[in-house]
């Protein structure tokens, strides 16, 4: 049995590293795709966003409100406009990317005490945009209403960004990512090796030797080889690559190691058994495009876990990169120690030996056949 397993295990090792597209998606996608995507958002935050102003107040106080806009380092705006309608046209020729228009009674409103509105117009091709737009008038307002109280009650106060002092892009959305990357890959490699041997009727180049009750062998020799491989690359695309681009990164290492360890275990698993579906290599390449996107917003980083609807967040559960984004997110952004992750932690736990079963039963439905074959041809041989 354990020379079984050694050469399943080196076999898809020999398999992984012979095949041009294996070599892609499983070594140079994990060291090369974070870098790219870390490097685009490495500037965290849009600044000097060219903005028009439509003033219709035309006061002391709204110029002042504009000069502080303008000081920011959001916003830089390029011009005034009569109206609404002009302003547009600045957008439409991409000589801005926002309108603030400030109303006729604005400075009536805070002359009275009440609450006065500004309002803004962002083009939404880039949703950084509009954050910078929103960040740099709500901040302007927010001093400005401070200076305004002040004579009644002085109240100081310091807006920090827990966990993302830059209040970035990159900060939020890149940790997702790399633990991404490494689910993704994986089911695109592993689809991929075992595409290949359904196009070829063979397991791990040693077909003539399988049978169903190999199939724990086989299950078990290639997630090792596969987690040899993963191991080194997820120390590289988690460890690294944040404190490379100076990402928040404050994690304890064997801790962050000790989580991931049935992350890696689980995807390995969930790729083998989603894998069984496709019967060509090709077949998982869209499989595995279509579902990245999703399993983001599924994983409740860029769209909250508490506000998904019960069916979407019951079906996130199973998949291994939500509870490992969370998971990652609070011990290596927030500085969270194993215990107080006990509940991602368990669930992938739970994962690995889940979908090591499905993965199990999957590879036995495909060794079948093959078994089937050999049986025959062992009868007849005694027949003879």
Known sequence: MLTKLNRIFFNTLHTIFHDQG????????????????????????????????????????????????????????????????????????REAYGVLVIP????????????????????????????????????????????????????????????????????????????????QTLILGIGMARGTEVELRRFTGIDSLLRVSDAQLVTLGTALAFLLIYVPLSIWVLGVIPKMFALNSI?????????????????????????SVCRQRESIVLLGVFTSVPFVFLSGVSWPGSNMPAFWHNLAQFIPSTPAVNGYVKLNSMGAHLPQ???????????????????????????????????????AKEGE
């Open 22 to 93: 294996l070599i892609i998606f499983c070594l140079v996608v994990p060291l090369l795709y974070p870098i790219l995507y870390a490097f685009i958002y490495t500037g965290e935050t849009v600044r000097e966003v060219p903005t028009v102003v439509v003033d219709e107040c035309c006061t002391p106080t709204s110029r002042e409100f504009l000069r502080h806009v303008d000081a920011t380092a959001d916003v830089r705006i390029v011009s005034h406009a009569q109206n609404l309608k002009n302003a547009e046209d600045y957008i439409r020729r």
């Open 104 to 183: 006729r009674d604005f400075d009536k409103t805070i002359v009275r005490g009440g609450q006065a509105h500004v309002s803004i117009y962002v083009d939404m091709s880039g949703m950084l945009y509009y954050k910078a737009l929103l960040s740099a008038t709500t901040n302007v307002s927010l001093d400005m209403n401070a200076r305004i109280k002040a004579s009644r009650k002085a109240i100081l106060y310091e807006d920090v960004s827990l966990y993302n002092p830059q209040n970035g892009f990159a900060g939020f959305l890149i940790p997702a990512v790399l633990v991404l990357v490494l689910q």
């Open 251 to 275: 994690g304890n290492f064997w801790e962050l190691w000790a989580f991931m360890l049935p992350f890696l275990l689980s995807s390995i698993f969930f790729a083998l058994s989603i894998s």
């Open 341 to 379: 992750v006990w509940d991602e932690w368990r669930l992938l736990w739970l994962q690995t030996l889940g979908w090591f079963l499905v993965a199990y039963f999957s590879v036995i439905r495909q060794l079948w056949p093959t078994s089937f074959h050999i049986q025959q041809e062992t009868e």
